[in-house]
Structures are given as structure tokens and as C-alpha cells.
């Protein structure tokens, strides 16, 4: 059974960190797409960052809304069948339910990937 459990979510103040990470188990996840998206109450989903396979090469691409790039950063470790997200500079509009997702090939920055966590919730007060 495939799941993605997300973890590290919290309450922070203003400009302070936190780093999200997202386990995958029940299978190898090396060569799937993985992303992060963020929802608040009343709104839709939306894409936050997204990681994707190598394949073979000495990088792994890397996607970001322009709400977050230059403050959060999306890693992988395949060994360890996780997913990060480092959260820097945080502001209260970061404050929301964000979930991690996996597929084989979704675009990065779409919705349509196949595995989804249940979220955890990151709230940034002011």
C-alpha cells in the first residue's frame, strides 16, 4: 500500500522557519515527480514547489510558485524515500494545510498526481 505521510508542520512566528518532510513507502518513489501544495480554508489547492527524477543526471529539476522561490527549497533523498521542504522568511500568508504528492509523470507544476499525503498544517502568525 502506497502512502505519504507529511510531517514537521507548526506554529511560527513571522520570518521564522520550518522544514516539512514527506515519507513514501510502499514502493521506490527514486523516479516519480514529487510536489508540495498548500490549501486554505475556501480556496483551491495550489502548487508550491515540485522535484523531479535525475534520470541519470547530476541534478534533480526543481519547480517553484513565485510566492515561495528564494525562500523555501525542495530536496529529495532517494535513499530514504523522503521528500523536504525548507521554509524560510515565513509569512503569514504561508499559513495553510500543505500537502506532499507523487506521481510517475505529472506535469510538476499541475495537480494531477496520483499519490497524495493527508497534509500538515503550517501556521505563521504575525
Known amino acids: 500500500q502506497v502512502q505519504l505521510v507529511e510531517s514537521g508542520g507548526g506554529l511560527v512566528q513571522t520570518g521564522g522557519s520550518l522544514r516539512l518532510s514527506c515519507a513514501a513507502s510502499?514502493?521506490?518513489?527514486?523516479?516519480?515527480?514529487m510536489g508540495w501544495f498548500r490549501q486554505v480554508p475556501g480556496k483551491e489547492r495550489e502548487f508550491v514547489a515540485a522535484?523531479?527524477?535525475?534520470?541519470?543526471?547530476?541534478?534533480?529539476?526543481?519547480f517553484y510558485a513565485d510566492s515561495v522561490r528564494g525562500r523555501f527549497t525542495i530536496s529529495r533523498d532517494n535513499a530514504k524515500n523522503t521528500m523536504y521542504l525548507q521554509m524560510n522568511s515565513l509569512k503569514p500568508e504561508d499559513t495553510a494545510v500543505y500537502y506532499c504528492a507523487a506521481d510517475p509523470r505529472a506535469d510538476p507544476r499541475g495537480s494531477a498526481y496520483q499519490y497524495w499525503g493527508r497534509g500538515t498544517q503550517v501556521t505563521v502568525s504575525s
Open positions: 510502499g514502493r521506490t518513489f527514486s523516479n516519480y515527480v
Open positions: 522535484i523531479n527524477w535525475s534520470g541519470g543526471a547530476a541534478f534533480y529539476p526543481t
